[in-house]
Protein backbone atom coordinates (compact mmCIF):
# COMPACT_ATOMS: atom_id res chain seq x y z
CA UNK A 1 0.00 0.00 0.00
CA UNK A 2 0.87 3.67 -0.84
CA UNK A 3 1.57 5.72 2.42
CA UNK A 4 -1.29 7.87 0.63
CA UNK A 5 -3.83 4.81 0.88
CA UNK A 6 -4.22 5.18 4.65
CA UNK A 7 -4.65 9.16 4.49
CA UNK A 8 -7.33 8.30 1.17
CA UNK A 9 -9.17 5.84 3.78
CA UNK A 10 -9.48 8.46 6.54
CA UNK A 11 -10.73 11.00 3.92
CA UNK A 12 -13.93 8.65 3.24
CA UNK A 13 -14.90 8.98 7.38
CA UNK A 14 -14.56 12.22 7.12
CA UNK A 15 -16.92 12.76 4.50
CA UNK A 16 -19.09 11.16 6.07
CA UNK A 17 -18.83 13.44 9.21
CA UNK A 18 -18.97 16.32 7.26
CA UNK A 19 -22.57 14.88 5.89
CA UNK A 20 -23.73 14.86 9.26
CA UNK A 21 -22.22 18.02 10.03
CA UNK A 22 -24.52 19.53 6.63
CA UNK A 23 -27.77 17.48 8.11
CA UNK A 24 -27.05 18.68 11.67
CA UNK A 25 -26.93 22.43 10.27
CA UNK A 26 -30.42 22.13 8.16
CA UNK A 27 -31.74 21.07 11.22
CA UNK A 28 -31.21 23.63 13.39
CA UNK A 29 -31.86 26.47 10.94
CA UNK A 30 -35.14 24.71 10.78
CA UNK A 31 -35.57 23.88 14.79
CA UNK A 32 -33.86 27.00 15.48
CA UNK A 33 -32.11 25.01 18.20
CA UNK A 34 -28.91 22.75 19.15
CA UNK A 35 -28.23 19.37 19.53
CA UNK A 36 -25.10 19.73 22.13
CA UNK A 37 -23.96 16.09 21.95
CA UNK A 38 -23.74 16.07 18.56
CA UNK A 39 -21.94 19.52 18.05
CA UNK A 40 -19.65 17.90 21.35
CA UNK A 41 -18.83 14.58 19.09
CA UNK A 42 -18.44 16.56 16.09
CA UNK A 43 -15.93 19.04 17.71
CA UNK A 44 -13.77 16.45 18.92
CA UNK A 45 -13.73 14.66 15.98
CA UNK A 46 -12.19 17.28 13.89
CA UNK A 47 -9.95 17.92 16.52
CA UNK A 48 -9.00 14.66 17.63
CA UNK A 49 -9.00 12.54 14.30
CA UNK A 50 -9.50 14.97 11.49
CA UNK A 51 -7.06 17.16 12.74
CA UNK A 52 -4.59 15.48 15.30
CA UNK A 53 -4.30 12.04 14.11
CA UNK A 54 -5.00 12.68 10.08
CA UNK A 55 -3.23 16.22 9.30
CA UNK A 56 -0.93 15.13 11.77
CA UNK A 57 -0.20 12.35 9.67
CA UNK A 58 0.12 14.43 6.42
CA UNK A 59 2.25 17.23 8.10
CA UNK A 60 4.55 15.28 9.71
CA UNK A 61 5.41 12.80 7.80
CA UNK A 62 3.93 12.81 4.07
CA UNK A 63 4.48 17.02 3.87
CA UNK A 64 7.71 16.96 5.50
CA UNK A 65 9.15 14.31 3.76
CA UNK A 66 7.76 16.38 0.83
CA UNK A 67 9.98 19.50 2.20
CA UNK A 68 13.19 17.90 1.73
CA UNK A 69 12.29 17.03 -2.41
CA UNK A 70 12.46 19.22 -5.31
CA UNK A 71 9.01 20.01 -5.63
CA UNK A 72 7.19 21.42 -9.24
CA UNK A 73 5.86 24.92 -8.86
CA UNK A 74 2.48 23.24 -9.26
CA UNK A 75 3.05 20.72 -6.43
CA UNK A 76 4.42 23.63 -3.88
CA UNK A 77 1.59 25.84 -4.54
CA UNK A 78 -0.65 23.33 -3.79
CA UNK A 79 1.21 22.35 -0.73
CA UNK A 80 0.76 25.92 0.43
CA UNK A 81 -2.78 25.93 -0.23
CA UNK A 82 -3.38 22.63 1.79
CA UNK A 83 -0.97 23.65 4.25
CA UNK A 84 -3.58 26.78 4.59
CA UNK A 85 -6.94 24.71 4.55
CA UNK A 86 -5.61 22.82 7.66
CA UNK A 87 -5.30 26.32 9.47
CA UNK A 88 -8.55 27.18 8.28
CA UNK A 89 -9.98 24.09 9.30
CA UNK A 90 -8.81 24.56 13.21
CA UNK A 91 -9.45 28.15 13.73
CA UNK A 92 -13.21 26.92 12.17
CA UNK A 93 -13.54 23.95 14.70
CA UNK A 94 -12.33 26.87 17.42
CA UNK A 95 -14.56 29.09 16.29
CA UNK A 96 -17.92 26.42 16.09
CA UNK A 97 -16.72 25.38 20.28
CA UNK A 98 -16.74 29.38 20.76
CA UNK A 99 -19.86 29.78 20.05
CA UNK A 100 -21.38 26.44 20.77
CA UNK A 101 -20.35 27.67 24.23
CA UNK A 102 -21.71 31.14 24.09
CA UNK A 103 -25.12 29.82 22.64
CA UNK A 104 -25.59 27.63 25.84
CA UNK A 105 -24.41 30.45 28.19
CA UNK A 106 -27.95 32.64 26.34
CA UNK A 107 -26.49 34.32 22.92
CA UNK A 108 -29.22 32.95 20.57
CA UNK A 109 -26.97 35.09 17.30
CA UNK A 110 -24.42 32.09 17.97
CA UNK A 111 -26.92 29.55 16.20
CA UNK A 112 -26.57 31.55 12.74
CA UNK A 113 -22.83 31.64 13.28
CA UNK A 114 -22.53 27.62 14.11
CA UNK A 115 -24.71 27.11 11.42
CA UNK A 116 -22.48 28.89 8.84
CA UNK A 117 -19.25 28.19 10.43
CA UNK A 118 -20.90 24.37 10.11
CA UNK A 119 -21.65 25.24 6.09
CA UNK A 120 -17.82 26.59 5.89
CA UNK A 121 -16.53 23.25 6.97
CA UNK A 122 -18.31 21.26 5.16
CA UNK A 123 -17.22 23.06 2.09
CA UNK A 124 -14.09 23.42 2.90
CA UNK A 125 -13.72 19.95 3.49
CA UNK A 126 -15.04 19.33 0.18
CA UNK A 127 -12.64 21.13 -1.78
CA UNK A 128 -9.75 20.21 0.37
CA UNK A 129 -10.31 16.35 -0.12
CA UNK A 130 -10.97 16.77 -3.64
CA UNK A 131 -7.56 18.33 -4.05
CA UNK A 132 -5.68 15.57 -2.00
CA UNK A 133 -7.27 12.51 -3.63
CA UNK A 134 -7.54 13.85 -7.03
CA UNK A 135 -4.46 16.13 -7.96
CA UNK A 136 -2.20 16.12 -5.10
CA UNK A 137 -1.38 12.63 -3.59
CA UNK A 138 -0.91 10.46 -6.35
CA UNK A 139 1.61 12.72 -8.13
CA UNK A 140 3.68 13.50 -5.39
CA UNK A 141 4.44 9.77 -4.65
CA UNK A 142 6.32 10.44 -7.92
CA UNK A 143 9.24 11.88 -5.56
CA UNK A 144 9.85 9.11 -3.95
CA UNK A 145 11.35 5.78 -4.03
CA UNK A 146 9.59 1.95 -2.68
CA UNK A 147 12.02 2.08 -0.02
CA UNK A 148 11.17 5.47 1.13
CA UNK A 149 7.66 5.13 0.67
CA UNK A 150 7.68 2.01 2.87
CA UNK A 151 9.19 4.17 5.52
CA UNK A 152 6.37 6.82 5.95
CA UNK A 153 3.41 4.00 5.42
CA UNK A 154 5.47 2.21 8.63
CA UNK A 155 5.75 5.90 10.20
CA UNK A 156 2.08 6.45 9.52
CA UNK A 157 1.39 3.51 11.53
CA UNK A 158 3.48 3.40 13.97
CA UNK A 159 1.67 7.32 14.78
CA UNK A 160 -1.77 5.40 14.56
CA UNK A 161 -0.11 2.77 17.38
CA UNK A 162 0.99 5.71 19.85
CA UNK A 163 -1.81 8.70 19.06
CA UNK A 164 -4.50 7.16 22.03
CA UNK A 165 -1.83 6.71 24.10
CA UNK A 166 -0.85 10.55 23.62
CA UNK A 167 -4.62 12.04 23.61
CA UNK A 168 -5.58 10.36 27.28
CA UNK A 169 -2.19 11.23 28.83
CA UNK A 170 -3.27 14.89 27.91
CA UNK A 171 -6.73 14.03 29.01
CA UNK A 172 -5.83 12.92 32.28
CA UNK A 173 -3.43 15.70 32.99
CA UNK A 174 -5.89 17.81 32.10
CA UNK A 175 -8.37 16.61 34.45
CA UNK A 176 -5.63 16.41 37.47
CA UNK A 177 -4.78 20.28 36.98
CA UNK A 178 -8.27 20.55 38.08
CA UNK A 179 -7.75 18.69 41.52
CA UNK A 180 -4.55 20.73 42.05
Known sequence: MLPIGPLMIEHRLIERMTALLEKEADRMEREKNINPGFLATAIDFFTAYTDRCHHGKEEGILYEDLAAKNLSGEHK??????????????????ELADEKARFLEGNPESLQLMTDKMRFMVTLYAIHIDK??????????????????????????????????QLYREKVAKEEELYK
Do not use: G, T, W
Not at 78 to 89: F, G, K, S, T, Y
Not at 134 to 142: R, S
Open 77 to 94: LLLREILDEHQQARRAVI
Open 132 to 165: EDKHFFLPCMEYFSPAEKDVMLAAEYEFDRNLIH
